[in-house]
C-alpha cells in the first residue's frame, strides 16, 4: 500500500462534489456522487467499465454540464462560470486522456509548446523551449521531442499527454485510465510516474482506473464506484478488507484477468 | 430528486424529431460561427495555413478538370454550331458558359469532394480520440481554431479558385478553337468577352462565395458533430459529401433564378 502522504493537508478541499446526477437520455449514468480531494492529495476512482468514470472527470473539467448536484474546484462552481473565468480555471486543472488525445498533426515538441503558445502568448520561445524540456525530462522522453504521435507507443503517448497537461503547472490532475492497454512495467512506470508528479509538481489529482495495483501504489484514498454512486470510501486496505460482496467480486474480477 | 424514468415520447415521430433537432443544431452551430468569427482574437496564422491547405492543394486537381471541362465542352459545342455555320460564335458561347456555370459548380463540386471530405474526416477524427476535448481543457477555444478558421478559408478560396478554373477553362476552350478555327488569342479574347457583364461576373462570385461557405459550415458540422467511434469518421467524411454536393445544387437553382429576374 502507498505510505501516508505528509503533504496533504486535510483543511484544504480543492475539488467538492455534492449530489452529482447525469443521465444520456434514459440512462442515468451519475446518480448521486459525492467526492473530495483534499490538497496534494491523489483520489483514486475505481470501477468497471461503463459507470461513469470518465463522465465524472468530465463534469470536473466543464466539459460535460451535470443535471444536478454542485461541483467546486479550487472555491468556484464550475457550472456557474463565464467563458473567461472557465479558461482561466481550466489553466489550473490539467486533464490527461484516456489515449493521450496527442494533436496528431502536430510533432511532440509543437503539441507540448501549444498550450503555451495559445495562453501565454508573451512567453519567448527560447523560454517556451525550456519548459517543453522540462516536461519532457520530468516524463522522461527527451529524446522524443521531434517525433509524430504517430510514431509513439501507448505508453509514451500517454506520457506525452501527461507531460503537455503539466506544461501549464496545473494545480489539479485528472488522470483518465493512465494504465488501461499497457504491460505491467510501462504501468510501473506510469504509476511511478503519477506519484512522482504528486511530489514533485504539488498537484492534487483524480485517478481514474479499474487497475488494482494502479489503485494501490498511487491511491492516498479510494472510491469505489458502482451504478452511478460511490459505494465505500478510504485508504486501500480498509475498502478491500470488507467481506463485501460487491467490492470481492470487484477484487476477483481484477485478479482473475 | 432522480430525473424522471419515464423515456421521452417524441413530439410528432422520432424521424421527424431528429430532422427538426438536426436542422436548429445546424442553425445554432451557424450563429455560433458568426458570433465566434466576428470576436477577437483572430486567428490570422491558422487561417492562412488552411487557404494553403484548401486552396493552394486544390490547384492540381482543378487546373485539370477546369482545362478538360472547357476542351470538351467546346468539342462538343462545335458541331451544333457549324450546322448554322455559325462556329466563329464559339468563343462567346464557350464564355457565357463557363463564366456563369460551369467553373462555379466545377469549382463547387470537386472541392466539395476534395476538400469537404478532408475537413469532415479530419475534424470527426479529432473529435473522436479526444484531441477537441483536448484543445477545450487546455482553455484553447476548439470551435475558433478548427471551425472558424477552415469555414472563413473555404469561403474565402472557392470564389478565387473559381476565377481560376475559369481561365483555365477559357484556355481549355482556347486551344481548341485556336487548332480549328485558327483563331488568334486576341482575337479569342475579344469575342470571349463582349457578351459578359459585371452581372455575370458578380453572381458568379457571389455564388461561389455562397458554395464555399456552404461546404466549410456542412462537412465541419459534421465533422465537429461527429458521433464516438472510428466509423463515425468515415461516415462524416462521405456525409458532408453528399450533403455539401445536394446543397450546392439547390442554392445554384435558387441563385439563378435570382440573377435572371434581375437580368
Ligand atoms: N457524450 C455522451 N453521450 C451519450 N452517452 C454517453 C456520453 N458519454 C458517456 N456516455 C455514456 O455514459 C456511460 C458511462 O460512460 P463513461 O465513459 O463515463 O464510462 P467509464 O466508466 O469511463 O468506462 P471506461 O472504463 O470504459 O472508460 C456509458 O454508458 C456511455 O454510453
Ligand atoms: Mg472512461
Known amino acids: 500500500m502507498k505510505p501516508f502522504t505528509p503533504e496533504i493537508d486535510f483543511d484544504n478541499t480543492v475539488i467538492s462534489i455534492r449530489g452529482l446526477y447525469k443521465s444520456f437520455g434514459s440512462n442515468h449514468v451519475l446518480r448521486g456522487v459525492d467526492l473530495d480531494v483534499h490538497k496534494g492529495e491523489n483520489v483514486v476512482v475505481l470501477g468497471r467499465s461503463g459507470t461513469g468514470k470518465s463522465v465524472l472527470i468530465k463534469i470536473i473539467a466543464g466539459l460535460l454540464k451535470p443535471d444536478a448536484g454542485t461541483v467546486n474546484v479550487l472555491g468556484l462552481e464550475v457550472e456557474h462560470l463565464d467563458n473567461q473565468s472557465l479558461r482561466e480555471l481550466r489553466m489550473k486543472v490539467g486533464f490527461c486522456f484516456q489515449n493521450g488525445a496527442l494533436y496528431d498533426s502536430m510533432t511532440v515538441g509543437e503539441n507540448l509548446a501549444f498550450p503555451i503558445i495559445r495562453n501565454q502568448p508573451k512567453v519567448r520561445s527560447a523560454q517556451r523551449a525550456k519548459l517543453v524540456d522540462v516536461v519532457l525530462d520530468a516524463v522522461g522522453l527527451s529524446n522524443t521531442i521531434d517525433q509524430m504521435p504517430s510514431e509513439l507507443s501507448g505508453g509514451q503517448r500517454k506520457r506525452i499527454g501527461i507531460a503537455r497537461t503539466l506544461i501549464l503547472r496545473p494545480d489539479i490532475m485528472l488522470y483518465d485510465e493512465p494504465t488501461a492497454g499497457l504491460d505491467p512495467i510501462t504501468c510501473t512506470e506510469i504509476n511511478n510516474l503519477i506519484n512522482e508528479v504528486q511530489r514533485r509538481f504539488n498537484t492534487s489529482s483524480i485517478i481514474i482506473t479499474h487497475d488494482l495495483t494502479c489503485a494501490k501504489v498511487t491511491g492516498d484514498n479510494i472510491a469505489v464506484m458502482k451504478e452511478g454512486q460511490f459505494i465505500r470510501q478510504g485508504n486501500f486496505d480498509t475498502v478491500f478488507a470488507t467481506g463485501d460482496d460487491l467490492i470481492k467480486e470487484f477484487y476477483d474480477y481484477n485478479f482473475i484477468q | ?263
Open chain 2, 1 to 263: 430528486m432522480e430525473p424522471n424514468e419515464q423515456p421521452e415520447k417524441p413530439f410528432i415521430s422520432k424521424g421527424a424529431d431528429d430532422f427538426f433537432i438536426n436542422v436548429y443544431e445546424i442553425f445554432r452551430f451557424i450563429a455560433r460561427f458568426f458570433r465566434e468569427a466576428l470576436r477577437r482574437p483572430w486567428e490570422v496564422k491558422e487561417f492562412i495555413h488552411q487557404c494553403y491547405m484548401i486552396g493552394y492543394k486544390s490547384l492540381a486537381l482543378i487546373s485539370l478538370t477546369g482545362f478538360i471541362t472547357g476542351l470538351v465542352f467546346t468539342k462538343q459545342s462545335r458541331p451544333s454550331l457549324a450546322e448554322f455555320g455559325a462556329t466563329s460564335w464559339l468563343p462567346s458561347l464557350i464564355s457565357i458558359a463557363v463564366v456563369r456555370a460551369l467553373a462555379p459548380l466545377v469549382t463547387a463540386l470537386i472541392c466539395a469532394g476534395k476538400v469537404g471530405s478532408s475537413i469532415g474526416a479530419e475534424l470527426a477524427s479529432m473529435k473522436v480520440t479526444e484531441q477537441v476535448d483536448a484543445m477545450e481543457v487546455s482553455a484553447i477555444n476548439p470551435f475558433k481554431y478548427l471551425v472558424v478558421t477552415r469555414v472563413l478559408a473555404t469561403t474565402v478560396c472557392i470564389p478565387l479558385l473559381m476565377c481560376y478554373t475559369a481561365v483555365v477553362g477559357l484556355a481549355g476552350s482556347y486551344l481548341d478553337v485556336h487548332l480549328n478555327e485558327q483563331t488568334s488569342l486576341i482575337a479569342f479574347i475579344q469575342k470571349a468577352f463582349v457578351n459578359i457583364s459585371f452581372l455575370d461576373l458578380g453572381a458568379s462570385l457571389f455564388k461561389s462565395t455562397v458554395f464555399g461557405f456552404t461546404i466549410g459550415i456542412v462537412s465541419a458540422y459534421l465533422g465537429y458533430n461527429a458521433s464516438q467511434g472510428t466509423q463515425g469518421v468515415g461516415k462524416a467524411a462521405n456525409v458532408s459529401v453528399v450533403v455539401s454536393m445536394f446543397l450546392i445544387f439547390i442554392e445554384e437553382i435558387v441563385i439563378v433564378q435570382i440573377v435572371n429576374s434581375i437580368r
